[in-house]
């Protein structure tokens, strides 16, 4: 009976350890001999790489390949480690970044536009105003696929139909890929308030719904769609971007070659902690910039659809400002703010 | 048919080279540890061994992985079992009838069964993958807004089946989850629920977190709060064998083939996933059985079939990926994107373009699950000897295990204060014998419940025909007043004739 319970001890305290060198894991991933002039950042103090939402999503899937991309190509000479804080589209995440670690140089996160959404629909307390913004990395675009067999053959025969009777034509998007589509429908003089999205928690669902008949159409960044597009399953109806875009959706219009000047893209940076060290911020810009211009790095922007549109200093702080108001012009127009 | 067997034939070539052997073997060991570890699921899992796949073939990163989702499977049921901690969200309704054998002694056949009805069920559903997998994946996707919808009424509705009690407390402990399942941001309409301007509450509430209040901490407590003697001559004892009886064998078969069939059927279905399959297959079990009064107490059915049908939705779930490129849950979409980290594009075409590769995943699947048993079955007497700690010190390293799964899920200590809150209110809810799991499951299903639902409508224009001019929602239709109106009014007959009582004297219990 004794001998039992001690086995059980250990046997719980294995478990636990177990635990410990699970979560270690991914920080015992091979720290390499760096050849970046690097004063800030010593070789042992790992750095954490927060992707604010869960495994597989966007930010995700841009922190993993940032990640990749400076381990692989040895830009960097101390362990970097993504860690997922999911909640809120952000939200929660950017709290404890903007509360937590102030003037700290070893978080740094993923950010895009919900940063300034969610600012402006009041769901967080913090906007991009409140860290330290440290570049621009990528620009993805929306595409709104209609399934194959869809009586609407281009952006302008579905506006039109939302226009003429918006309940009777459902539209696939999740939150603040609304944005975009109302953003077409009100330059064709429609009212974005009365379209009738319906929300699904990812992209995976909504093709689904496109598959089955439930939804008309979708709108979603470019890379959720492009299997199903590839495979003829989904007609692509138009892109948002300035000009047309490669690989698979190269037949894919533009909104603007389709009729409908409208240009939108969502851009991922990164970001630190409020007043964060001067010398972090410029170690990151710059070591980011060669990090982009690797061929890992265009790998995963082509095989992911995205842009990549690097941007830091004072440009950076003039684009966000001018971003945050046209998401704030957008958010005006869906009714979602006054 | 033929040519199936070759091409699978070819797949086990690959897998039993010693390096996809060997990652295989890694893959399904991690798989059950991070089962067994409440807050630490699959999908953190495979996360964290991103980095490291990355250096691999495509093909060994993959069963790998793989083997990271198919092993946590066989190890979730051990905490439910164990110390009523489920381990994953589809092992919360193990710990209705595991955790009840366990206090009876029985802990070695609960956990020899999980393990058996995961490796009958496991195996199963890769046949299905493989056969069947072009045909399942077509009636999936048939399943629109409206005919989710009529299937979580069906599995609310058998929510009774949960409660071994009053049917009255019953309902107040599923509407408590249905209430809890507002809480956050609605999708449909962006307007935040409950939320108190809390920025933590916008997701609502993590039914991982919740199931561990409602299930482990209330244990502890009350096994704590236990004076002196009294709990001194509750050390659990194991009592007989480790092993199954020949009556336990002769009880789980029928659960072992109606849960794999059901949880590869339900697991095929997107955005839905093993937890349901579970669940319904605890349902199902109960209604066939001839001692539906034995659920509840320590009925071995109520292991066998949903850790049976919870291991045959991993097979279910990848059939959407791989023949359609649509990812069902958060842990595909992530199996998805490491697809596309190797250049590879699953979906319409991938078992032409890349036979190779699929095959021999496929029969890693095979020898994973072989390894699992085998892995499991030795583990079953060193896991039931915890049982054997002192009640203090065990349910003090369940407490300590509680919240370090709970800080796990997203590094929030916001969800620390949740989980103290929710134990709390979980030792209460105990004391005054309502049950808990009908919270937990309404917690799970009462958002795809009302999302469904709202969907049909925006999708319909607001007309409630959509329910019933679909082939699906009709047959479901029909089954719902099968399973859960008909039996009340037979029940209602019955009593009536015996008794002469008009019906409406007595009291309806589903």
Not at chain 2, 142 to 160: N, Q
Not at chain 2, 276 to 292: Q, T, V, W
Not at chain 2, 409 to 433: A, E, H, P, R, T
């Amino acid at each position: 009976m004794k001998d039992n319970s001690v086995k059980g001890r250990i046997l719980f305290f294995i478990v636990m350890a177990m635990t410990l060198v699970l979560s270690a894991c991914s920080s015992a991933s091979s720290p390499s001999s760096g050849n970046g002039a690097n004063d800030f950042y010593s070789k042992g103090r790992p750095v954490t790489l927060i992707a604010p939402a869960a495994p597989g999503s966007g930010w995700d899937v841009t922190a993993r390949a940032l990640n990749t991309t400076l381990e692989k190509e040895r830009l960097i000479d101390f362990p970097l480690q993504v860690v997922n804080e999911p909640g809120a589209t952000g939200a929660v995440s950017l709290s404890q970044l903007a509360t937590q670690d102030k003037g700290d140089a070893y978080s740094v996160s993923i950010t895009s536009t919900p940063i300034m959404s969610n600012y402006l629909r009041g769901d967080s307390k913090y906007s991009y105003k409140d860290v330290t913004m440290i570049a621009r990395l990528v620009t993805e675009y929306y595409m709104v696929v209609v399934p194959k067999d869809s009586p609407y053959k281009s952006l302008k025969d579905l506006i039109d139909a939302v226009k003429k009777n918006p309940k009777s034509v459902s539209i696939g998007a999740s939150g603040d890929d609304r944005l975009p589509f109302a953003l077409l429908v009100n330059e064709e003089g429609g009212n974005p308030q009365k379209i009738n999205y319906i929300t699904y928690e990812g992209g995976g669902e909504i093709s689904n719904a496109l598959l089955n008949g439930d939804l008309d159409a979708a709108v979603s960044g470019v890379s959720e769609f492009r299997g199903q597009v590839e495979a003829g399953n989904f007609r692509g109806l138009a892109v948002t971007s300035g000009k047309r875009l490669g690989g698979v959706v190269k037949d894919v219009p533009t909104a603007s070659e389709a009729g409908v000047d409208v240009t939108f893209g969502n851009w991922r940076g990164l970001m630190g902690p409020p007043d964060m060290p001067k010398e972090a911020v410029t170690y990151w810009q710059d070591t980011i910039d060669k990090a982009l211009k690797t061929d890992t790095w265009k790998d995963f922007v082509k095989k992911n659809q995205w842009e990549t549109t690097f941007m830091k200093g004072e440009e950076f702080q003039q684009y966000l400002n001018e971003s945050n108001s046209d998401i704030k012009t957008g958010l005006q127009k869906t009714g979602e703010i006054k | 048919m033929g040519d199936i067997f070759l091409k699978l034939i070819t797949g086990f070539e690959h897998a039993l080279s010693l390096q996809n052997l060997g990652f295989c073997l890694m893959g399904v060991f991690i798989g059950t540890l991070v089962g067994v570890l409440p807050g630490i699921g699959p999908i953190t899992a495979i996360a964290l061994l991103i980095p490291f796949s990355f250096g691999l073939e495509p093909m060994t990163g993959l069963i790998m992985l793989t083997g990271v989702y198919y092993g946590s499977m066989y190890g979730g049921s051990t905490t439910s079992i164990l110390i009523r901690t489920p381990g994953e969200v589809a092992s919360i309704i193990t710990t209705l009838d595991g955790y009840e054998m366990a206090k009876q002694g029985r802990a070695g056949p609960a956990l020899s069964t999980a393990a058996i009805g995961s490796f009958i069920a496991g195996t199963f559903s890769i046949i299905g993958l493989m056969f069947l997998s072009p045909i399942i994946a077509k009636g999936a996707y048939y399943f629109g807004a409206a005919e989710y919808f009529l299937l979580m009424v069906l599995s609310l509705s058998m929510i009774s089946s949960l409660t071994t009690g009053s049917v009255l407390k019953g309902y107040i402990s599923t509407l408590l989850g249905l209430a809890i399942a507002t809480v956050g941001i609605d999708p449909q309409s962006g307007v935040n629920r409950f939320t108190f301007g809390n920025t933590n509450l916008l997701d609502g509430i993590d039914f991982v977190l919740f199931a561990i209040a409602m299930f482990a901490v209330p244990e502890a407590l009350s096994n704590m709060a236990k004076k002196g003697n009294e709990y001194k001559t509750d050390v659990q004892k194991i009592q007989g064998s480790l092993w199954m009886t020949r009556d336990d064998w002769r009880k789980s078969i029928g659960p072992y083939g109606r849960g794999s069939v059901l949880g590869f059927l339900i697991g095929a279905l997107p955005g839905i996933g093993p937890s349901l399959a579970s669940f319904l297959s605890y349902a199902m079990e109960r209604r066939l059985s001839k001692h539906p009064e034995k659920f509840g107490k320590g009925a071995i059915e109520g292991v066998s079939g949903p850790e049976s049908a919870n291991n045959a939705g991993v097979g279910g779930a990848l059939v959407p990926l791989f023949t359609l490129g649509i990812p069902g849950s958060a842990t595909t979409a992530l199996l998805l994107f490491i697809f596309m980290m190797y250049g590879l594009q699953p979906g319409p075409g991938m078992f032409e373009t890349n036979s190779t590769l699929i095959w021999a995943i496929i029969a890693s699947m095979y020898i994973g699950n072989v390894i699992l048993l085998l892995l499991n079955l030795p583990l079953v007497g060193v896991f039931a000897s915890i049982l054997k700690l002192p009640t203090v010190p065990l349910f003090v390293g369940v407490l300590a295990f509680s919240v370090i799964g709970v800080y796990a899920l997203n590094f929030n200590q916001f969800d620390l204060f949740m989980l103290l809150i929710f134990g709390i209110v979980g030792y209460l809810m105990q004391q005054s014998n309502i049950p808990l799991a009908p919270a937990v499951m309404a917690l799970v299903l009462g958002p795809l419940l009302e999302q469904n639902f709202r969907r049909s409508m925006s999708i319909s224009n607001g007309d409630l025909f959509i329910f019933f001019e679909r082939p699906i929602s009709l047959a479901l239709i029909i089954l719902i007043v099968l399973v859960v109106i008909v039996p009340n009014i037979v029940l209602l007959i019955k009593k009536w004739r015996q008794k002469g009582v008009p019906p409406h004297r007595l009291g309806i219990r589903g």
